[in-house]
């Protein structure tokens, strides 16, 4: 796409494994930087990556050379700036397995949820019911999503069935905290409209049956919408093969840049969708009473576009592309399972989600029995170990489980096994630390 | 000592183990007041009730319960404890000491006589994030007590 590319010196496909992935560390300079005297080992990921120079050059090349508005004005540098945004509009749908056309960009995942949702609220008025209605929400229908989800990808849909009148319900977990299969057969039924569901949780790492929940979508008519938040960026997904109808995920987890995101949608579901925001750029013909609006992806881009992000992800899929999702799949699967392996062997510390040997992403969420989490996060922060500490967005499924706050670990292609073991040992230390249980 | 050995003083591992004024009693007729903190960020959250005296003027008690990382119970253990028996101007100037020494990035040296086994909290000024850990019993507390002095004032 531009002339850094074929300077890049991202190791070309092969298996992951520690002395690439030290290479891979010099691409992120951010994580040489020094926390409390230790060099920082970031295991939160799961939150936000970092970005390697190949994304932070491609948005600095962009803004020295081709920066201007996108789809108006006919001068040159318009036309270059045009250019690269569709190039990496091509480049980000051709990741995940869509066409060009089936790809919006939008700030974040939470961005595109809200759009459908809103989406699904215009459909449902006398205003886009005749063109729209298979969208079209009203008192006896519902929207299905579950217990595992991301506020983002909960909220919205509460927020919908308010203003529509529908009814709002969910699959549970189990008490393992994983999908309960057999009671989403019971709950999504005739009346579901719509079933949200996440990919991959971002607390358990539990990976979704998709194909099982689209199958029980499709045998009653209802609209599938994915949060592949934590799934785009570690696995290799083609979206079209998983057959849901709309999904969405972030730039800012797979090595790109805060503020661009990306709803998914089949071609023949986002040609009949209403617009969510309207202004320019989304329009064809304007009188002072109406105006005609641009095909998908276009209608759903009010507004001035955030370039150099989609410029910045698309270098990001780049480098993940040349890595080879399948390669960063089996990475981080090891370490996933080394994490979870380790934690299993810790006394007083709980793994929450699939037990170690099961599959799940490279990520977990533990209970330390007598320490907060927030105190966790402290002990291991003062080691420069970066994790997250909290509810993860995720309060109900904490609920479900039992407890207020986690402490999560989630590694990406720029972690060791050498983190993860520095993280194991540091988490083995904290109970002896505030006194609780045997020392160590 | 290092920073988290100033953060994590003796004093507050053993309040926040050894927790004071944990359950909340009953105000046996007493002029008091409930209040509740909640912090989003990590979910730690505090019901706390300030009893005063009969005639309003004094603490005669705190109790509360909480859920929490141990610099937020323990903060509420110290307070329990060091608030009984203080006019409530005095209850006043306490927490306004405990919060300026909160935000003084540790460039204040606590007030140990007036602050007593609050002072151990000053570690706690080098970590912002913490702050708010620290400070959530003690925000419920100074609203619980202004609400309780108004009851007392129009009973």
Redesign the interface.
Known sequence: MTHHHEESTVPAAGALDDARVREIVEDFPVLSEEV?GHRITYLDTGATSQNPLQVLDAERDYYLHRNSAVHRGAHTLAVHATDAFEAARRMVAGFVGAAEDELVWTSNATEALNLLAYSFSNASTERWRASAGRFALGPGDEIVTTELEHHANLIPWQELAARTGATLRHVPVTPEGELDYAAAGEVVGPRTRVLAFTHVSNVTGAITDVARLVELARGVGAVTVLDACQSVPHLPVDLPALGVDFAAFSGHKMLGPTGIGALYGRRELLAELPPFLTGGSMITRVTMEEAEYLDPPTRFEAGTQRVSQAVGLAAAVEYLSRLGMDNVHAWEAELGQRLAEGVERIEGVRLLGPAAGRERAGLVSVHVEG?????VG??LD?QGIAVR???HCA?PL?RALGV??TTRASAYIYNTTDDVDRFLEALAGVRG???VGAAR | M???AQ??QQII?DH??QRTGEGLADAAGLPSAENHQYNP?????INLRVTLDAAGERVEAVTWEG?????S?AAASVLAESAPGLGRAEFQELVDRFREMLHSRGKVEPDAELLGDAAAFAGVSK?VA?IK?AMLAWVAAEEAAREAGARAGSA
């Open positions: 409390e320490v907060h989490p927030h105190d402290q002990i003062t500490v909290g509810h309060q904490h207020t706050a630390f505030f006194g | 290092s920073d988290l953060l994590y591992l926040s183990r960020t990590c979910g730690d959250e859920d929490g990382c141990s610099i119970m970590f913490r850990c």
